[in-house]
């Protein structure tokens, strides 16, 4: 039925499951066709949903892209909520001809996210199906979830492993829950709706942007409720995935769209974990593929996988050796020790958090789609937190002529250990002019927040993806008790590579380029750096002052 036939007073028929997988009928009545609602020509059907079951649940979590009919025509799908706690169930129902419009999948993603609603209809929740991840998991991927999109975050459960494939799922109809898969393999996430329309391979479902916006590529599954829980705040279909019978490929503001029949490309990622000094356990997983969700799910599979260590605990430290293989591109080596204390701050978190990072600038890179092949990290674990803080450093000299050698002993404490020293020797260079050196001793945390701007700097030169991954590559490691000496001269970062001690008339030259974000002059120069290898993560450090004198 196309829009223009629709009007306040019609009775509709809303099509959706409850429980099981039998499609239930109740009745609703449109209230009105709300102009420009969504933006310029996107009005919006408000419908009052009716029958002992709706009236009891309200809109449901899930319901997105429940088929809305009158006199058995398509008027649209129920796709937004208006309001929590209200006395009535009021929703929103995207018109049937917008679905229609959605276009056949394109070969680029996109990297729009939701828009916010207007006023106070919001789309209706999308529901993760999880099997697998840890509360605590979900809790530290809360808002990321939400601001993709994702706020039903326990909702359901799903079996593990890799779905099995199905022929062509002819018997697929408006109503039956459908899952666009996120993960598969040892965890189990899907976002899970209501399937709207099914014309001929075509399948519409949801009714709103939901998770994304633009092109994808997930797996499209059927579904099953468990059962249907009614809330005052909101209810929500708890569900299971089942078998994998094609592909959603487009999100877009009216609903998300696929086709029956294949699976898409997966990503890859094996955890290995080794722990208590047995030998590795291998985890397997598949994440779906796209610009916006592939890091924040390699994040929560990395975490999830750690949390679930039988013998995981808050202050257990983790030594971390991976690589994102990159077809046609070096790897990005991924090497590091973590530790840390709390729930919200473990070592698991931080380690979790670095491998989504890294992926990220990789995998969404201003210059290129990334070929990235696979993902894979080998964990091993200790229970006693490995941390050392650097108390002090202690000079043999402050004052110090051209090649005369200074000695700089290091003061650092074990947690909740013995003292320990390191000794660094340094001979000042012949040719050393007469002033200032400053001196940085310390970790990487110290001493890459001095960096820090410098390193912004790189980043925002970089030419290609490649000059990203040598950046990438070249960061500083936390099991490293860092010595780096630096003085004030002239320098630049030039295409992201650093340029020490130009003379002054090369500097005014290079100068001259500050506005084409290819040159970025630079205050201080490093003459000398070098960093002992610990077995302990190393926090803390201090700077002093070394004066030369001639």
């Known amino acids: 039925m ?32 709300m102009e420009n609602f969504l933006g310029p020509r996107q009005d919006l059907i ?131 829950p459908i899952a666009a898969t996120l993960v598969t393999g040892d965890i189990m996430v899907a976002a899970t709706g209501t399937v709207t329309l099914v014309d001929g391979d075509r399948v519409m479902a949801f009714g709103h942007p939901s998770f994304l916006r633009g092109a994808a590529q997930m797996p499209m599954a059927r579904a099953e409720v468990y059962l249907t829980l009614a809330s005052l705040a909101n209810s929500v279909k708890l569900s299971h995935v089942l078998e994998t019978i094609g592909t959603f490929n487009e999100s877009r503001l009216p609903g998300i769209a696929g086709e029956l029949g294949r699976s898409p490309e997966m990503l890859p990622v094996t955890v290995n974990v080794a722990h208590s000094g047995g030998p590795p356990m291998p985890y397997h997983y598949e994440l779906a593929r796209h610009r916006d969700l592939s890091p924040v799910l390699l994040g929560i599979v990395t975490a999830a996988t750690l949390f679930n260590v039988p013998t995981f605990a808050a202050e257990m430290s983790y030594a971390l050796d991976g690589v994102i293989d990159i077809d046609g591109h070096d790897d990005v080596v991924l090497r590091d020790l973590y530790a840390g204390f709390t729930e919200q701050d473990s070592g698991a978190a931080a380690l979790a958090g670095d491998v989504q990072a890294f992926f990220s600038a990789v995998w969404q890179n201003r210059f290129a789609e990334a070929p990235v092949r696979s993902v894979n990290l080998t964990i091993s674990t200790v229970e006693k937190g490995r941390l050392s803080l650097v108390e002090g450093v202690y000079p043999s000299r402050r004052q110090v002529r051209p090649g005369e050698t200074a000695e700089f002993r290091v003061l650092m404490r074990s947690y909740r250990g013995e003292p320990m020293t390191r000794t660094f020797t340094w001979r000042i260079p012949d040719g050393e002019p007469a002033g200032t050196l400053t001196v940085h001793v310390g970790g990487s945390n110290v001493l890459g927040a001095a960096e820090r701007a410098v390193l912004s700097r790189q980043a925002a030169q970089v030419d290609n993806i490649d000059q990203l991954i040598a950046l990438l590559n070249g960061l500083r490691g936390s099991d490293q008790l860092y010595f780096k000496v630096t003085r004030r001269a002239a320098g630049a970062v030039v295409h992201s590579e650093i340029m020490p001690s130009l003379p002054p008339s090369v500097a005014a030259t290079l100068s001259t380029g500050r506005g084409t974000g290819e040159v970025t002059p630079l205050a201080d120069t490093t003459i000398h750096e070098e960093s002992l290898g610990m077995d302990v993560i190393v926090v803390g450090g201090t700077t002093l002052q070394l004066n030369v004198v001639r």
């Open 46 to 176: 408000l419908a009052r949903l009716k029958g002992p079951k709706a009236e009891f649940t309200g809109v449901v979590a899930g319901m997105s892209g429940s088929p809305v009919y009158v006199d058995g025509r398509l008027v649209g799908a129920l796709s937004y909520r208006l309001g929590q706690f209200t006395k009535e169930p009021i929703a929103g129902v995207t018109p049937i001809e917008y679905m229609l419009a959605l276009p056949r999948p394109v070969a680029a993603q996109s990297a729009a996210a939701p828009g916010a609603s207007p006023a106070a209809l919001t789309p209706i929740e999308v529901p993760l199906v999880v099997a697998g991840v840890p509360a605590a998991v979900l809790r530290l991927y809360a808002d990321e979830l939400s601001r993709l999109g994702l706020h039903g975050m326990s909702a359901g459960g799903g079996r593990s492993g890799a779905a099995p494939q199905a022929g062509p799922p002819s018997s697929l109809k408006g109503g039956d």
């Open 2 to 33: 196309p829009l223009s036939e629709v009007r306040p007073g019609m009775m509709a028929t809303v099509h959706t499951v409850f429980e099981g997988s039998a499609v239930e009928e109740f009745p609703a009545e449109i209230v009105a066709v």
